[in-house]
């Protein structure tokens, strides 16, 4: 024991020679796969070196980091440096979403989609200021664990616990997608097996350590796939402009993507109203565009994979520093994705448009044959069936148009590494990149998943009395059966999972949101309060979100739903015949509808997409808990005492070891 | 020093409402004018565009660094702070 815990002393102090040794041998380990390449190593080959050894280092974290403490399987035993936890957050946060999707959703919406950027990082200010701290210094192991303190018990708890498993379940099925995704691409793997390899590559990292090994991880992913975002854009940058600072030069490139839009309109290559790309509310009515930033800000904050992150600090002290580090690691990512974005779009811009149909480079149909570029309405699998496609269009003259060429978002920032002339290592490191953010996150999550089964469900509710051991084998037993569900999820290729990690957002936001803030900030929320404005704001964005997407018939005729509006020119998205028509097929009058049925997430209230279904809920959720919260007797003096305890940094968190209430017993 | 928690919780509520009215200018105020500010080009940037794009984050991350320490200045000035 005592040597372990010297090991331990020593690791902590060392931290920086490690993570520099580590960040400089991933570096010679891209120049030794560049010159193997040169030297005429297969492709293959290459992809195989850089997925397998990155999976092999976080194995190794993960199995050197085991633990049998409860305290370090839950929360890293409170001893992560707040920098070293800001990095490991930023892992947790960037998922495949916005590692791969981010700069594509950038060059397919232009301005509108720096909603994203907005929402993603904005959040991390209500972070700061009105959650993480106090949470921290409650002692939580898990977010639930919160409502049930400060809302009297396992009723709260459960609603805490149902949020959580809502939004996360979807969120961890996306990032096995991902990662089954690229190892589909990069190891010629089927993808029902990619997903299941993803898998182990996740409960490597997780199983054994909990919490502590998922830290430690998360840091090395951090630095893989920050270098694996950074470097092909710094690459284009000095290469285009000799300068290496690609968030600098991309104005520049702007530019330049401004002076080709305007050619192409002269040249008839586009039409006259395609929208530009720094021109702001062309697919986003403003309300949607200010709504969605809301949502995913106020998500951000109520998300349980990240707020967990915070209970690993050593103080509240560091609490706080420790988000202003995560989202300076965050913001590397995101103030670069708008550059990598506008030099894609150059590239294509200049190289694509306004060519002959008959000579397009060859990386198009690389893309093209897996579906993921389509030119003239079909797939470019080869030369002849794009000029074939495009001789079928009338009044075609052989160039490449605007309107002909459509390219999948999550293609972009695997591609333009290609598409750039780079060599192929630079692919196989955005590959390695790409699987990084989408392991850590998944790492997190099931995490966040498992804790609440095995800590809220089993050990509080259930069986109270069980031993740290068996609490910690039924952890882990849990965490794979989670897992292997998410996979299997995975698997079997969900078609909406995409969209569905942008309604984790609302759920996170109408659900928790309320009850953690308030549950801080007005001593006067009551038990009953908060139970009911959590089933409300989850409720109603729950409602909103299902309705408009699976049930959009059943949301017009009964719950005075109508279309939703065309951002520019203002006009119903279904104009009132077609309405008309939709609801007097039969056909279309059941559900849960497809993605193809003409009115899904096409129809709502007030205009309000519902990406952005928290918009209802959250206020719904904080009036519910206003109102309610005075209709019923104060919290008794113990509890305001409780409350008093929470505000202020200084003492020992609220909840011991066993998870009881340190303060009121 | 004896803890002055009624003060502590008065400035830390003050400190709340101060980043929350700049988070709210900076998330949504300075975007309702992004037509006008795209006008003014600043290194090839529009600059309703690049508010969006760089110049709201760099605030925030600013904002947070600025933060923990000002919050740390109350806890220790009113004595809640935690030992170092």
Same mark, same amino acid.
């Given at each position: 024991m005592a040597n372990a815990s010297a090991d331990k002393g020593s690791f902590l102090n060392n931290l920086g020679r490690i993570y520099a040794l580590y960040t400089g041998g991933f570096f010679g380990f891209i120049f030794l796969v560049g010159i193997l390449e040169q030297l005429g190593v297969g492709q293959k080959y290459l992809g195989y070196m850089f997925m397998g050894l990155t999976i092999l280092v976080y194995a190794f974290i993960g199995v050197v980091s085991r633990t049998s403490d409860v305290g370090e399987y839950y929360v890293a035993g409170r001893t992560v440096p707040a920098f070293y936890n800001g990095m490991a957050t930023g892992a947790d946060w960037m998922s495949a979403a916005s590692f791969i999707g981010m700069a594509g959703t950038l060059f397919l919406l232009g301005y509108d989609g720096l909603a994203f950027v907005l929402g993603w990082t904005g959040g991390y200010v209500l972070v700061a200021v009105l959650i993480a701290p106090f949470l921290r210094k409650f002692g939580a192991y898990t977010v639930p664990d919160f409502l049930a303190a400060r809302y009297g018990g396992n009723a709260a708890r459960l609603c805490g616990v149902i949020v959580l498993l809502a939004c996360s379940f979807t969120y961890v099925v996306a990032q096995i997608f991902g990662t089954g995704l690229i190892a589909q691409r990069f190891l010629d793997m089927n993808f029902e097996l990619a997903c299941f390899v993803g898998l182990m590559g996740i409960l490597v990292c997780s199983m054994l350590g909990g919490m502590k090994a998922v830290t430690w991880t998360q840091v090395a992913q951090y630095i893989v796939l920050i270098v694996a975002y950074l470097i092909p854009v710094v690459w284009m940058s000095a290469k285009k402009f000799g300068i290496p600072v690609p968030q600098f030069t991309y104005g520049q490139a702007l530019q330049q993507i401004a002076t080709l839009e305007q050619e192409f309109v002269q040249k008839g290559l586009a039409a006259a109203s395609a929208p530009t790309h720094t021109a702001p509310f062309t697919r986003y009515s403003p309300a949607n565009y200010f709504w969605l930033i809301f949502c995913l800000m106020v998500g951000t904050a109520s998300l349980p994979h990240v707020l967990m992150?915070?209970?690993?600090?050593?103080s509240v002290r560091e609490a706080r520093q420790s988000v202003a580090w995560s989202l300076l690691f965050i913001f590397i990512l995101y103030f670069t994705a708008p550059a990598y974005a506008a030099f894609s779009k150059l590239e294509v811009y200049s190289?694509?448009?306004?060519?002959?149909?008959?000579?397009? &480079? @060859?990386w198009v149909f690389n893309w093209g044959k897996l579906g993921l570029i389509t030119i003239c309405g079909k797939s470019a699998t080869a030369a002849a069936d794009v000029v074939a496609a495009c001789k079928a269009? &009338?009044?075609? @003259?052989g160039l490449l148009r605007l309107q002909d060429f459509v390219i999948n978002t999550d293609v972009v920032v695997i591609s333009t590494p290609e598409i750039a002339g780079l060599p192929y290592v630079i692919t196989g490191l955005v590959a390695a990149g790409g699987l990084a953010a989408a392991l850590s996150t998944a790492d997190g999550l099931l995490l966040a998943l498992a804790n609440a089964l095995s800590h809220d469900i089993y050990y509080k509710m259930i069986n109270p009395n069980a031993p740290t051991k068996q609490r910690l084998v039924i952890s882990r037993v849990l965490l794979v059966v989670v897992a292997v569900l998410a996979a299997w999820t995975a698997s079997t290729r969900p078609t909406d999972i995409v969209a569905m990690v942008a309604w984790a957002f609302s759920l996170a936001a109408g659900g928790l949101f309320p009850a953690l803030v308030l549950g801080v900030w007005?001593?006067?929320?009551?038990k009953q309060g908060a139970i009911a404005g959590i089933l409300a704001g989850f409720g109603v964005t729950l409602f909103y979100l299902v309705i408009t997407r699976y049930w959009p018939h059943i949301g017009v005729q009964y719950f005075g739903m109508v279309s939703n509006l065309? &951002?520019?020119?203002?006009? &119903?998205?279904?104009s009132p015949e077609a309405m008309k028509a939709a609801l007097s097929n039969p056909a279309l009058l059941d559900g849960p509808v497809t993605a193809a049925h003409p009115l899904q997430s096409r129809v709502g209230w007030f205009n309000i997409n519902n990406i952005s279904s928290a918009a209802f809920g959250l206020p719904v959720g904080f009036v519910v808990m206003y109102v309610v919260s005075l209709m019923t007797p104060a919290p008794s003096a113990e509890l305001q005492r409780f409350i008093d305890e929470v505000r202020k940094p200084r003492g020992k968190t609220l909840m011991d070891e066993k998870g009881g209430l340190v303060a009121s017993h | 020093m004896t803890p002055d928690t009624e003060q502590h919780w008065a400035r830390t509520r003050s400190l709340m409402i101060l980043m929350m009215a700049l988070w709210a200018f900076f998330s949504f105020f300075v975007h309702m004018f992004v037509v006008q500010l795209n006008a003014i080009k600043i290194a090839g940037f529009p600059l309703g565009f690049y508010m969006a794009s760089q110049g709201s984050l760099i605030i925030f991350v600013a904002m947070l660094f600025w933060f923990a320490k000002a919050q740390d200045r109350i806890d220790r000035e009113t004595g809640v702070a935690e030992d170092d």
């Open positions: 992150r915070y209970f690993t600090t050593p190289t694509l448009i306004g060519k002959n149909v008959a000579d397009l &480079p @060859a269009l &009338p009044g075609h @003259a007005w001593k006067r929320t009551t065309n &951002p520019i020119t203002g006009a &119903p998205l279904i | -």
